[in-house]
């Protein structure tokens, strides 16, 4: 699963070779402890121009699809099995048409042993710039006037797979991982084969981990108010798991 996730950069720095054409107002700025209901920067391709235009926007994690009565289902829609999202109303519209890529410096995940959590930080190895594969929806509240830009919320989440390789040993899960040369795909709203398109990014996912570092890190990320740079420092100086 992915529960936590650090973006150490923003703006043009966070995306890399993303090529967005379009920044959005009041984006987040870097954090080091994201959980889920907070503001993240995610691209998406809007398909109301011809051709689409690439963008990076503020978006809630936790994704709200357009039919929920109020937010508060996305809280607990941060993250979307992978396997299972084309048979899940929550996320099967989204799949279709709003694909999107989350951009990050690494996440967190906690091994349990003997009852005892101990938290990793897992990162590219050479600090690049880290993708998730995710999904997003645009959630209209109805209780606010047309002219009320803020009556529009977009939202997002993380789809999971099956972990695989050294990361197996952490969790069962991690984030389905998506190559930069890849995310053209991805976010292309007019994609027609939707269910193959998914059997490949979850396939070549595995790809990308032998790619990524592990180390422990100490426990005050499991805090939410906690957040800085020291979150991602090795426990007892080297902790790596490469």
């Known amino acids: 699963m992915c529960g936590r996730f650090v973006v150490a950069a923003s703006g043009s720095e966070l995306v890399g070779v993303l090529r967005v054409d379009v920044e959005g107002d009041d984006l987040p700025a870097p954090s ?4 889920p209901t907070a503001r993240v920067a995610i691209v ?15 978006a809630r994690w936790g994704l709200v699809p357009a039919w929920a009565k109020d937010p508060s289902i996305g809280a607990k829609a941060f993250n979307a099995r992978a396997e299972e ?11 279709i048409k709003r694909r999107a890529v989350v951009p990050a410096s690494g996440y967190y995940e906690w091994h349990t042993e003997g009852g005892v959590k101990t938290p990793y930080y897992i990162h590219p190895a050479d600090d690049a710039p880290l993708y998730f594969a995710g999904l997003y929806e645009w959630w ?20 999971t797979r099956e972990a695989t390789g050294a990361l197996g040993s952490i969790h069962h899960r991690m984030p389905l991982f998506i ?11 007019t994609t027609d084969n939707v269910g193959d398109l998914l059997d490949a990014t979850i396939d070549a996912a595995p790809d990308i981990v032998d790619s990524l570092s592990m180390r422990e890190v100490g426990r005050d990320v499991g805090n939410v108010r906690n957040d800085s ?13 490469d």
């Open 32 to 35: 080091y402890n994201i959980a």
């Open 179 to 189: 190559d930069a040369d890849y995310a053209d795909v991805w976010l292309d709203p």
């Open 140 to 159: 209209k509240d109805a209780d606010k006037p047309d002219d009320d830009p803020s009556r529009w919320l977009l939202s997002f989440t993380i789809m």
């Open 229 to 241: 740079p020291a979150l991602i420092e090795p426990v007892g100086g080297d902790s790596s798991r």
């Open 44 to 58: 998406l391709d809007s398909a109301k121009t011809e051709p689409p235009t690439r963008r990076l926007e503020a």
């Open 85 to 95: 999202v084309e048979d899940k109303p929550m996320f099967r519209q989204a799949l």
